[in-house]
Each structure stands twice: as C-alpha cells, then as structure tokens.
C-alpha cells in the first residue's frame, strides 16, 4: 500500500517560530528537572571560569523547543494514533543564557513499514535550531510514527 | 568529575549503568518545565483514557537522561550527535538503567561512537541509540 500525500509537503519549511529567550533560571530548571547537576550548566561562578565563560545549556535543552500552531498545518497525520518514534539530533554550538532561540522545519520524508503489529507510517521532520546570531544549535530529525 | 580522555579509551570500554529510580513527580516537572504539559505524561487516569497502562515519560525526557550520561562522560562540549529510537513504553515509578558502550574509535578525528540504551530493571531495552563523541 502506498502512502498517499501531497509531495509538495516535503521541503517546504515552516513559518520560522517566535524567538523564545533562554534565562539562566530556564537552563537551571531544565538541569533540575533532567538530573544534572555539573556546576557549569547551574553555577555562574564555575560557568564563569569554564570554557564558555557563561551558563550554557546542557545539550539535550536543544530538543525542547516547540514549533508551534503552524506544526500540524504542514505535517500530515496518517490515522488517529501518533506517537513520538525517535529522534536524531546533531549538536552544533552551546545554547547560552540569554540566546533567543527560533526554529525552522520542513518534512524531510514520509514512508511506510510494516512490522509485527501492522502498518506504520513515519513522518520525519528536519529542524534547524538557530540562536540570534543565526548560528545553527543544533540539527533535529524528529520520527513520528502513525497508525493508519 | 571525571571527564574522559581519548587516549585512555578502549572498544569496549562502557558509560554507566547509572540505575536511577524515575519517580512520577520527575516526570510530571519534566513535562510541565518542558512544554508538555499533557495526561499522557502527568496523569495515570488521563493516560488510560488515551488507552496507555499509565503516565509514561517523554521520549525527550529518556533522551535527555541518556544525553546526560553521555555528557558526565565526555565532558561538556564533547557530544556531536545522538540518535535515539524509543521502542518501548518508559514507566515512571520503577526503576531505570542508563547505560553505554564504546564501539569504534576515530585517531584521526579523535571521536568515539556509542552505543547507548535506556533499560528496565528487568533488563529491557526500551530506548536504543547511537552517539559520536569528541574526545580531548
């Protein structure tokens, strides 16, 4: 069975999404809330003398940020059931305390697997996370499997 | 803290296991400190009305925890990439291992690859992954 989409979905990226600005306060929650306790990423006084010289994000931050109302108005959805299949992130530069970060996606691919409990159809979308200086943070490739 | 050191690294060699015990109210900060504010993730009863066993962590929160075993052992700065499939349901309220393998290393880029997963106490592996890793 062939998925059946429109083929102008893939590629075409997203309306960019609103800045969100990083606090230190943010990051120390996130750290709070994920376990992590290294000085460097909760401490000013140890961020200070660290190699970034500031309180930076722990990587996995990189993953937290939404793409907004737009999402499901590009991203196609096979079925009622969806759920979070995996993701594949590239970790470019550090997110600091006092980035604002914004988000531009497109769908990268659409395909169909059939595994033991039938048919499965996985939406992959590409997400290039940027600071305000337009540096690339990080790379997201974020699988969605749904159940048609 | 001990970060690491590329020299020092064999095939092999393994990242944890951290066992931790992954309380529901760590998953319930999670997800409201994260935007994911939603039964699935919060709520037993909520969860079953959507037809889950009970609340489930976030696959972002599993990654993150594997991201920050990586990180303890590396060193800040050091992960490239991190690939992660959830294949199985992550129930809070139990325990967890987060674990780690090195299975090749690059002299000339100085990087290692990982194999990581996230697993029951039961032994389960209920998220899988690969990361590339720079090493000092």
């Given at each position: 069975m062939?998925?059946?989409y429109?083929?102008?979905?893939?590629?075409?990226v997203?309306?960019?999404?609103d800045?969100?600005?990083?606090?230190?306060?943010?990051?120390?929650?996130?750290?709070?809330?994920i376990g992590?306790?290294?000085?460097?990423y909760?401490?000013?006084?140890?961020a200070?003398?660290?190699?970034?010289?500031?309180?930076v994000?722990?990587p996995?931050?990189?993953?937290?940020?939404?793409?907004?109302?737009?999402?499901f108005?590009?991203?196609?959805?096979?079925?009622?059931?969806?759920?979070?299949?995996?993701?594949?992130?590239?970790?470019?530069?550090?997110?600091?305390a006092?980035?604002?970060?914004?988000?531009?996606?497109h769908?990268?691919?659409?395909?169909e697997?059939?595994?033991r409990?039938?048919?499965?159809?996985?939406?992959?979308?590409r997400?290039?996370?940027?600071?305000?200086?337009?540096?690339?943070?990080?790379?997201?490739?974020?699988?969605?499997?749904?159940?048609p | 803290m001990?970060?690491?050191?590329?020299d020092a690294?064999?095939?092999g060699?393994?990242?944890?296991?951290?066992?931790i015990?992954?309380s529901?109210?760590?998953?319930r900060t999670?997800?409201?400190?994260?935007?994911?504010d939603?039964?699935?993730?919060?709520?037993?009863e909520g969860?079953?009305?959507?037809?889950l066993?009970g609340?489930?962590?976030?696959?972002?929160?599993?990654m993150?925890l594997?991201?920050?075993l990586?990180?303890g052992?590396?060193?800040p700065?050091g992960?490239r990439?991190?690939?992660?499939t959830?294949r199985g349901?992550?129930?809070?309220?139990?325990?967890?291992?987060?674990?780690g393998?090195?299975?090749?290393?690059d002299e000339a880029?100085r990087?290692?690859?990982?194999d990581?997963?996230?697993?029951?106490?039961e032994?389960?592996?209920l998220?899988?992954?690969t990361a590339?890793?720079?090493?000092?």
């Open positions: 062939a998925v059946d429109d083929p102008a979905l893939i590629g075409r997203f309306e960019v999404t800045p969100v600005s990083v606090s230190a306060e943010a990051i120390g929650k996130y750290c709070a809330a992590e306790t290294n000085p460097l909760i401490e000013e006084a140890a200070k003398r660290g190699p970034y010289r500031t309180i994000a722990p996995s931050f990189a993953v937290t940020f939404r793409n907004g109302r737009h999402f108005t590009h991203v196609p959805r096979f079925g009622s059931a969806g759920f979070d299949a995996g993701k594949d992130v590239e970790f470019v530069t550090p997110i600091r006092g980035d604002k970060i914004t988000l531009s996606s769908v990268k691919e659409i395909y697997k059939t595994g409990s039938g048919s499965m159809v996985f939406v992959v979308v997400s290039t996370v940027r600071n305000q200086n337009g540096e690339v943070v990080a790379h997201i490739d974020h699988r969605f499997m749904n159940r | 001990s970060i690491t050191k590329f690294v064999n095939i060699d393994t990242l944890g296991p951290q066992e015990f992954l529901k109210d760590q998953v999670y997800a409201r400190t994260c935007g994911m939603v039964p699935r993730f919060t709520d037993d969860a079953r009305s959507e037809g066993p609340m489930i962590t976030p696959g972002n929160m599993s993150g594997l991201a920050t990586i990180d052992w590396a060193g700065g992960l990439r991190l690939g992660t959830f349901l992550v129930l809070p309220g139990r325990t967890i291992r987060l674990c393998a090195v299975t090749q290393k880029a990087t290692v690859e990982l990581v997963w996230l697993e029951s106490d032994g389960e592996r998220v899988v992954g590339s890793v720079e090493l000092k």
